[in-house]
């Protein structure tokens, strides 16, 4: 069975991720999203509020669980007896912090981990989950970046009743 993983913070998770999601899923028999717990980058939601709206999300995929991890990636693969780390590359300003994380990985696991980049669709280019909290802390329109549940929690959380 092709299993691959797909970490990231998912603060919160956007149509970007998604569309990532949804086409990894077609590539691979089983998908891991997995929610990075790193309490140092104080994320606006918690690990459990970010799974939780993750699996609201894709529950329609049958192929995808979500689970959270701490630590580092290649611990957690290892753990799941996975080789593959799924990313997704938006411009070329993700593509340094990308490399070097793909290459880390590999060069601390021994080969162990390979990273799959799948290119974002044109339309989400510009999506990141920064952007949709700045626009939703200002109370500005999310509805093409995020899920309707998605865009209620995040509106809540900056004081807004929707
Ligand atoms: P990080 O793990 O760097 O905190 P995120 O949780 O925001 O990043 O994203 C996880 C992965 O999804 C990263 O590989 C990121 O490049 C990718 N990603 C984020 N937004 C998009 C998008 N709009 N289109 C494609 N890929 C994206």
Do not use: W
């Not at 970010?50 to 999300?57: A, D, G, I, Y």
């Not at 996975?82 to 340094?96: S, V």
């Not at 093409?144 to 929690?153: C, F, G, M, Q």
């Amino acid at each position: 069975m092709k299993l691959a993983i797909y970490p990231g913070s998912f603060d919160p998770v956007t149509y970007g991720h998604i569309d990532i999601i949804t086409r990894a899923s077609k590539m691979f028999d089983h998908i891991i999203v997995a929610v990075l717990n790193n309490p140092a980058k104080s994320p606006l939601f918690t690990v459990e509020e970010r799974v939780t709206m993750l699996r609201e999300v894709i529950a329609n995929l049958p192929n995808v669980e979500v689970d959270s991890f701490s630590g580092l990636l290649v611990d957690y693969a290892r753990e799941k007896n996975c080789r593959i780390a799924i990313r997704g590359l938006r411009a070329m300003t993700d593509f340094d912090y990308e490399l070097h994380f793909a290459q880390t990985n590999s060069a601390i696991s021994r080969g162990d981990l390979e990273t799959v980049f799948l290119t974002t669709d044109i339309q989400y280019s510009f999506l990141s989950s920064t952007t949709v909290r700045e626009i939703a802390s200002f109370h500005g329109d999310i509805s093409e970046l995020v899920p309707r549940s998605v865009a209620k929690k995040l509106y809540s959380k900056y004081g807004y009743d929707n």
